[in-house]
C-alpha cells in the first residue's frame, strides 16, 4: 500500500497561486504515472493533469497555460503549480497514483478555495 499525502491547500484570492504537493510513501512512485483530479460540491471529479513515470504531461484543456504539473522522483513527490486562479477552481484536489494496470491509491484530498 503506498499512501499518499497532499498538502498545499487553502484559501487564495482570485488572480492568486497556489502549489499543492503530494509526497508517496514508497519509491513505485519513481514508476508510476501519477494525476492531479479535483471535486468541486455537486460535480464529478475530473481530471485537472497528468504526468507519466517519464515525464510527459496531460492537461484538462481549460486549465492549460494556469496549471503546471511536475514531479521530483527523488523526493517521491508531485506537484501542482496553478497560476491565475479563478473562483471556479475551488474543490478538493485529490493527488492519484496509477502503478502498471492493478494497483491505484487516491490521496485525502486537499481545500482549494479561491475568493473573488
Known amino acids: 500500500q503506498v499512501q499518499l499525502v497532499e498538502s498545499g491547500g487553502g484559501l487564495v484570492q482570485a488572480g492568486g497561486s497556489l502549489r499543492l504537493s503530494c509526497a508517496a510513501s514508497r519509491s513505485i512512485f519513481r514508476r508510476s504515472n501519477m494525476g492531479w483530479y479535483r471535486q468541486a460540491p455537486g460535480q464529478q471529479r475530473e481530471l485537472v493533469a497528468a504526468i507519466t513515470s517519464v515525464g510527459m504531461t496531460n492537461y484538462a484543456d481549460s486549465l492549460k497555460g494556469r496549471f503546471t504539473i511536475s514531479r521530483d522522483n527523488a523526493k517521491n513527490t508531485v506537484y501542482l503549480q496553478m497560476n491565475s486562479l479563478k473562483p471556479e477552481d475551488t474543490a478538493v484536489y485529490y493527488c492519484?497514483?496509477?502503478?502498471?494496470?492493478?494497483?491505484?491509491?487516491w490521496g485525502q484530498g486537499t481545500q482549494v478555495s479561491v475568493s473573488s
Open positions: 492519484n497514483l496509477k502503478y502498471g494496470t492493478d494497483y491505484e491509491n
